[in-house]
């Protein structure tokens, strides 16, 4: 998947509009939920996502859904993460 049809879907899908958001190498937030779904698309980097079911890891071009309100904290590979978040 590029960034152009991520955005796409994301619009297709009903979703906000995109955001874009850069992680610092070996970063992580700290545990805390988001009240909409976000749906994810990796621009650059390693983005990991750490919920109670684990740690999954994620590379350019490849996209994850976070259901609303589910605890969990970003983290980013040792280059540092890019990613585009939409949520709704």
Request: hydrophobic letters at 40%; glycine letters at 8%.
């Amino acid at each position: 998947m590029t960034p152009e049809e991520f955005e796409r879907q994301a619009r297709n899908e009903g979703y906000g509009a995109t955001k874009r958001v850069e992680f610092a190498a070996l970063s992580r937030s700290e545990t805390h939920t988001h009240d909409k779904i976000s749906f994810v698309y990796v621009v650059e980097g390693e983005f990991i996502l750490n919920t109670a079911e684990g740690a999954a890891r994620h590379l350019p071009g490849e996209t994850c859904l976070l259901a609303a309100n589910v605890e969990h904290a970003e983290e980013a590979g040792a280059n540092g993460a890019t990613i585009l978040v939409a949520r709704k």
